[in-house]
T-cell receptor, first 116, second 112 residues
Framework: DTGVSQNPRHKITKRGQNVTFRCDPISEHNRLYWYRQTLGQGPEFLTY????????KSRLLSDRFSAERPKGSFSTLEIQRTEQGDSAMYLCASSKRGGRNTGELFFGEGSRLTVL | GDSVTQMEGPVTLSEEAFLTINCTYT??????LFWYVQYPGEGLQLLLK?????DKGSNKGFEATYRKETTSFHLEKGSVQVSDSAVYFC???????????FGKGTKLSVKP
């Protein structure tokens, strides 16, 4: 059983550029989450998909951020017109089917964004 | 809103020492509580959990008891090993959103 895979692992970009991160969840996990983690902080929830439907978005997810999961499998997180404050580790996680969120998430290793 | 507060690190211990990492929470209702661990170069992984008051979660020699009266979920291990060196995150699910809310993390370094 392969784990959650994220690409790229590290992205360095200039302010104003667009970046896209990809997440491949564990197969048959129907729920997929994006979190953001800055230095010295715990992960903060960004958004959540159940299959292809984006069911919840945090207020941290500004208009410059968009996430998709078009076929209910992999997901992409795009950040447009990046700002230095977007520099962080972007974490993807997936979880098994189930009506109630059990909190048992499987995390990838993260994609680190550095905006110069 | 719901939140988690955990002791600041880093914590440095010698091998076989006793470990306690404090965690307290603020939440409406009765949240489920978790400890996640992040080993160097790896993703976060669930270490243990407890879903109701007085429950004790345990795994890999680590334990934590859900204390409703003190709103705490302290992580303990009787004898740490070098391989326990990692960052430990306390977390909860509560309220209406049902998403994990994490503390800031505590870095543990165990010296041989």
């Amino acid at each position: 059983d392969t784990g959650v895979s994220q690409n790229p692992r590290h992205k360095i970009t200039k302010r104003g550029q667009n970046v896209t991160f990809r997440c491949d969840p564990i197969s048959e996990h129907n729920r997929l989450y994006w979190y953001r983690q800055t230095l010295g902080q715990g992960p903060e929830f960004l958004t959540y998909f159940q299959n292809e439907a984006q069911l919840e978005k945090s207020r941290l997810l500004s208009d410059r951020f968009s996430a998709e999961r078009p076929k209910g499998s992999f997901s992409t997180l795009e950040i447009q017109r990046t700002e230095q404050g977007d520099s962080a580790m972007y974490l993807c996680a997936s979880s098994k089917r189930g009506g109630r969120n059990t909190g048992e998430l499987f995390f990838g290793e993260g994609s680190r964004l550095t905006v110069l | 809103g719901d939140s988690v507060t955990q002791m600041e690190g880093p914590v440095t211990l010698s091998e076989e020492a006793f470990l306690t990492i404090n965690c307290t929470y603020t939440a409406t209702g009765y949240p489920s509580l978790f400890w996640y661990v992040q080993y160097p170069g790896e993703g976060l992984q669930l270490l243990l959990k407890a879903t109701k008051a007085d429950d004790k979660g345990s795994n890999k020699g680590f334990e934590a008891t859900y204390r409703k009266e003190t709103t705490s979920f302290h992580l303990e291990k009787g004898s740490v090993q070098v391989s326990d060196s990692a960052v430990y995150f306390c977390a909860l699910i509560g309220g209406s959103q049902g998403n994990l809310i994490f503390g800031k993390g505590t870095k543990l370094s165990v010296k041989p």
